[in-house]
């Protein structure tokens, strides 16, 4: 099983960047697809993207398309998620979690489709002016 370690989230200004990590530990991370979450305050958890276990493969929701753009580097056993443009609406905490599909070039941000089995602790995202 894989331990999940979110980072990077901070207090920033609408049309700022942030980077967000998601460092694994644990057996078998390059079996797994990674995706990210969301759930601002009050809110459902929401799906932002997910990136397949060869990386070849990504989707991204709506809301986040063209300004979010997520990696991995295998080496290192951990995933980035860059965010560019940000939008108040983006203020959540954000969370990574390992999908243990069976296929190399597949990932879904829906989590009644994916097999989402361990989760990290959250970073929490705030954007105001």
């Known amino acids: 099983q894989l331990h999940l370690v979110e980072s990077g989230g901070a207090v920033v200004q609408p049309g700022g960047s942030l980077r967000l990590s998601c460092a694994a530990s644990?057996?078998?991370?390059?079996?797994?697809?990674i995706g990210w979450f969301r759930q601002a305050t009050g809110q459902d958890l929401e799906g932002v993207s997910c990136?397949?276990?060869?990386?070849?493969?990504?989707n991204y929701a709506d809301s986040v398309k063209g300004r979010f753009t997520l990696s991995r580097d295998n080496a290192k056993n951990t995933v980035y998620l860059q965010m560019n443009s940000l939008k108040p609406e983006d203020t959540a905490v954000y969370y990574c979690a390992s999908d243990e599909n069976p296929f190399s070039d597949f990932c879904t941000i829906l989590l009644r489709e994916g097999q989402y089995a361990y989760w990290g602790q959250g970073t929490q995202v705030s954007v105001s002016s």
């Open positions: 644990g057996f078998g991370f390059n079996d797994y697809a």
């Open positions: 990136i397949s276990s060869t990386g070849k493969s990504t």
